[in-house]
């Protein structure tokens, strides 16, 4: 009979479970319900598994100690995380696709050709942000629209642009209830003037309508019982995770796997949620709950759960409609995730949320609690993980009372159970470091807004996400980076304790210690990631979909076959030539015919130029750049390019 050591005979559930992702896993599509189910359940088995372990395995004992408080408090941290990964990982056990719902009522929906307000809402966003947006509008592929421009800024020179291109400028007194309150105050004034539609389609100042977004969205809307079609957002520029750590061209932004996989999983328990942007709602729907719900930030997902109340589904079309500006500072990427996370504590709190005595769906009060779990919990967790192996170091608490072999035997396996499952069902969306220093950049932000909008819902002010300005120069983010900073240091100081020396309670700590030892070189590694975050590279206004094209380009008495590198409304690139700066010279570029250009940088056979661009010759390269069908981004990962922008990244940020 063969005797293998303990941590082999510790490795055979993970063995499985490998054997189960590399070879099983991979025969069936993400898509196959069975499968999603299957994998849900091996995921959720291992989860519980491993958190009744620690439960009754790995505690100190209860008393008045250090080890008591390390130990238990850590795992109420720790197991709040599981117990939401679990209802997220039922969420995800369905799928729905409602794309063919959409061709079949298209035709339909387009002879009834009924009414359609577009509502951009806008406080501070810069004229080129708003161009953009505008021209999208413009061009989509829909008779019968009017176009709003909800201006709680009150520029005078905006109504002016509105009017040069054709919409309506809209104003108000004052900014009660922010970007609800804007949306009502127009609503209420279509009722006045007896200009009432019969769908309204809200746009961010920022978000760019694809040519087909309105025939799409309203072909949904030929089952009486849908009050609201939410899109899904993408973005045409990285954002700061992508953008500073150098992988915008082999790592998803943060926010695909919610919308192009968790959403059509909740759309398929029927609780989708409205995201604010690219969605289409009602009139009839609004009249019935008294226009848009103002006591949550978060009115979007707030419109979902007042809608339910008064049986109006919501839906999800997993469909590229539309484009946006993705936060491009690492500040404003964390005000918007703090501020979506306090709007849904403040739902909590709301008559529609989980503990509401309204008529209320179990489905939606579990949509809530999933939600407020996930705000609740993942990022309070985040922090938690980098500071309790501090605890061991400096103080010789013990976090986790276990032997290696146990770790190998229960942790493993959850752990790759939960990875398996979300990369089956997000292709391979999860790159577990990168995805820790997405979710730890914000961490400490999120969690204080989770807190205080769990004990004070109200009196929190809206705070606007930034877009546009000037993003030219490389910004270090030291408010930022201090803290992660100092937690680097004082894990890479305890770890050079700890190793240097013969601490006393080493001896207690036993096997214990590899693991701390593991977890601790873990921690290192994603706070020296979230550190380089914190160094906001120089952006350009370059857009991620663009791929080179051949054009003509003449001047200084020449021609050139060129390739076209790369154009936004300013500047151009261009491959395939060279010229001194201040060469003049006309680009022939397909849609827009001869465009002006002034060349202010030579590279090799590459150049920059100005461009100056006609204002029918804009609007016809926002048509160009945004509106077309397609996915503007990353949508999956590249492994081998991601390694390589990271270590390019380091290697870069070494040198500085």
Not at 1 to 18: E, G, H, K, Q, R
Not at 247 to 276: L, N, T
Not at 446 to 470: C, E, N, Q
Not at 545 to 567: K, T, Y
Request: charged share 20%; hydrophobic share 50%; net charge neutral.
């Amino acid at each position: 009979m063969l005797n293998f050591p303990d941590w082999v005979v510790a490795l055979a559930p993970s063995i499985l479970l490998l054997g189960i992702g590399l070879a099983v896993a991979p025969m069936f599509s993400r898509t196959f319900i069975p499968a999603r189910i299957a994998m849900a359940l091996v995921a959720i088995v291992f989860s519980l598994r491993y958190v009744t372990w620690r439960a009754t395995e790995t505690l100190a004992p209860w008393g008045w100690s250090l080890d008591t408080l390390v130990s238990w408090s850590f795992f109420a941290f720790e197991a709040g995380s599981i117990v939401s990964g679990v209802s997220a990982f039922i969420i995800l056990s369905r799928y729905r696709n409602r794309s063919p719902e959409a061709d079949a009522a298209a035709a339909g929906m387009a002879a009834r050709n009924p009414r359609v307000a577009i509502f951009i809402a806008t406080y501070n966003e810069e004229w080129p942000v708003l161009e953009r947006t505008i021209a999208g509008a413009l061009a989509c592929d829909y008779p019968n629209k009017t176009i709003y421009v909800l201006d709680d800024g009150r520029r005078g020179w905006l109504g002016e642009r509105c009017r040069d291109m054709g919409v309506v400028h809209v104003t108000r007194p004052d900014n009660r209830d922010s970007k609800a309150g804007n949306i009502n105050h127009a609503l209420a004034l279509l009722r006045a003037h007896r200009r009432v539609s019969d769908f309204v389609a809200v746009l961010d100042a920022d978000f760019v309508p694809h040519r087909d977004f309105l025939t799409r969205g309203l072909a949904l809307f030929a089952d009486p019982a849908v009050g609201l079609v939410q899109t899904p957002q993408h973005f045409f520029n990285p954002d700061p995770i992508q953008h500073n750590l150098g992988i915008s061209r082999s790592y998803p932004d943060e926010q695909r796997f919610f919308f192009d996989y968790m959403q059509p999983a909740r759309d398929a328990w029927g609780i989708a949620v409205c995201c604010g942007t690219s969605s289409i709602v009602r009139w009839s729907a609004l009249e019935a709950i008294g226009d848009f719900p103002t006591s949550s930030v978060t009115e979007d997902y707030l419109l979902t759960a007042t809608l339910a109340m008064h049986d109006y589904a919501t839906v999800y079309l997993n469909e590229p409609l539309s484009e946006g500006l993705a936060p491009e500072g690492l500040k404003e990427y964390i005000t918007q995730r703090a501020r979506w996370c306090l709007g849904l504590m403040q739902i909590v709190h709301s008559e529609a949320g989980p503990m509401s005595r309204r008529r209320l769906r179990w489905r939606d009060r579990w949509s809530i609690l999933d939600s407020a779990a996930y705000w609740l919990t993942t990022f309070p967790f985040k922090l938690a993980c980098l500071i309790y192996p501090l605890f061991y170091w400096y103080f010789g608490a013990i976090v986790m009372d276990a032997q290696l072999n146990e770790v190998i035997f229960y942790f493993v396996p959850y752990y790759l159970g939960t990875m398996l499952f979300l990369n089956f069902v997000s292709v391979g969306m999860f790159v577990p470091v990168v995805n820790d220093i997405s979710q730890l950049v914000g961490a400490w932000e999120i969690s204080r807004a989770a807190i205080a909008g769990l004990v004070r819902p109200r009196g929190h002010a809206f705070k606007v996400t930034m877009k546009g300005g000037d993003r030219g120069t490389l910004t270090v983010q030291w408010s930022l980076m201090r803290r992660f900073l100092v937690l680097f240091l004082l894990t890479l100081g305890g770890l050079s304790v700890g190793l240097a020396s013969d601490y006393l309670f080493d001896a207690r700590a036993a096997e214990g210690k590899s693991v701390i030892l593991f977890w601790t070189l873990y921690n290192l590694l994603v706070l020296a990631g979230t550190v380089l975050v914190c160094v906001e590279l120089p952006r350009t206004a370059s857009v991620l979909r663009s791929h080179p094209e051949r054009v003509v380009v003449r001047g200084a008495g020449r021609e050139w076959n060129a390739w076209l590198e790369d154009i936004n409304l300013e500047a151009v690139r261009l491959r395939g030539l060279s010229v001194p700066a201040g060469t003049q010279l006309k680009v022939a570029v397909a849609g827009l015919g001869g465009v002006s250009a002034t060349t202010t940088l030579l590279l090799g056979a590459t150049v920059d130029a100005d461009i100056f661009l006609t204002n029918q010759q804009r609007e016809l390269l926002v048509e160009k750049l945004h509106t077309r069908a397609g996915a503007p981004g990353t949508t999956g990962v590249a492994a081998i390019a991601l390694g390589a922008g990271l270590l390019r990244r380091i290697i870069a940020g070494t040198v500085h």
